[in-house]
């Protein structure tokens, strides 16, 4: 019997990714203006009988100096970039902009110090993963399902007649591939052009018979926010692995990194990828917890599914060689200076630019 495998992903357009890059243009705002700055900060964002609605709340340092005027450009700039085309209830012109944030609870605060032993910014637990059958290091059918989201992307931004919201669905394990492709477009696009341009991307990322369902609903006009309400948070598996791959239930989008659901998350893939580049394991999933306000994590668990090349006492001694408290973390992959604005686009993993991705000589 087969195994089939789906993944999905979805493009920056899409509104609920609209509303992570949203969150992460102001936390890196935050940054900018003060590296010691805490943020959680969350994004809706709804079509309105007045042309539209965005409102960003949640928690942040008065030292972050986030005023409304902010709020409002980077609303407009993170618009500008996920939007071609107004409608009458999401018109980039008419939109009611809602700043809500609010300053940091005070417990929380005292919680976690700035030091080598900094305690976790909440509770939580978190999911690293890697696996030697890709280049990503990614599992295979994300991979796939991605690297077509990506392609589409780039088409959609250059043709003008598509718009900027799409999802891609791939499924493995038979056969054929089952390839389903939903993508925004205007009303006067010509359809079967379409196909054949989406159908020769998910060749060239396909390497092997296909079925391809396009905008299997039959057209695709009115989409991003417009379209559908789009919350920070809610694309957390397609953040991280696809549904093969546990999820610890954080988001990251809008969490500065003394919050463990982002700077873990990030450890965990760094040490997991490091493990399988090294060829001590074929794949590897690494899970790690903590206590609010505790430096030492509650566990640190390395789980090589059957596929270690090596005795468990040397990947036990690789492991050791990670510091996880979240102190350690934020230095170690330099988490205050990175521009979040891009983590949010295509998974937060398997981009070699990224701190989390880089191959440490152990």
């Known amino acids: 019997m087969f195994k089939y495998v789906t993944a999905e992903t979805v493009s920056p357009g899409h509104p609920d990714k609209i509303a992570d890059l949203i969150s992460d243009y102001v936390l890196t705002k935050a940054l900018e203006n003060n590296p010691s700055s805490r943020v959680a900060v969350e ?3 709804t079509g309105t009988k007045d042309g539209g609605l965005v409102m960003v709340g949640g928690e942040i340092s008065e030292i972050a100096n986030i005023s409304t005027e902010d709020i409002k450009t980077i609303v407009h700039e993170a618009l500008n970039k996920t939007i071609k ?11 009611s902009i809602y700043n809500e944030l609010t300053p940091q609870s005070e417990e929380i605060r005292a919680a976690v110090e700035e030091d080598e032993d900094q305690g976790a910014g909440d509770q939580g637990i978190m999911i690293g993963f890697a696996t030697n059958k890709t280049e990503s290091f990614m599992p295979p059918t994300f991979d796939i399902s991605r690297n077509i989201q990506k392609t589409l992307w780039d088409l959609q931004n250059s043709d003008p007649m598509l718009d900027l919201d799409s999802k891609v669905q791939v499924t493995t394990g038979g056969d054929k591939a089952k390839v389903v492709v939903s993508t925004q477009h205007k009303k006067e696009i010509n359809i079967q052009k379409l196909h054949d341009q989406v159908s020769e991307i998910v060749a060239n990322h396909v390497n092997q018979n296909f079925q391809l369902d396009l905008n299997p609903s039959g057209s695709f006009i009115k989409g991003g926010p417009a379209g559908d309400t789009g919350l920070t948070g809610r694309k957390i598996v397609v953040d991280a692995y696809g549904p093969s791959v546990p999820v610890g239930g954080g988001a990251f989008s809008g969490k500065d990194p003394s919050k463990v659901d982002r700077s873990a998350a990030y450890a965990a893939r760094h040490l997991a990828k ?7 394991a074929d794949e ?17 668990t390395v789980n090589t ?9 040397v990947i036990k001694d690789f492991v050791n060689k ?12 330099n988490l205050i200076n990175v521009n979040y604005r891009i983590d949010t686009l295509f998974s937060h993993f398997g981009h070699d630019d990224r701190n989390w991705e880089k191959i440490e000589n152990i």
């Open 284 to 300: 590897c999933l690494v899970r790690v917890s903590y206590a609010i306000g505790k430096a030492e994590p509650y566990e640190l």
């Open 85 to 95: 085309t107004s409608f009458e209830d999401f018109d980039l012109d008419r939109l």
């Open 322 to 333: 990670f510091d996880m408290k979240p102190g350690a973390i934020i230095e170690r992959l």
């Open 305 to 313: 599914f059957d596929t270690s090349n090596v005795k468990e006492n």
């Open 43 to 45: 994004t809706v964002l």
């Open 274 to 280: 490091n493990i399988v580049f090294h060829k001590l």
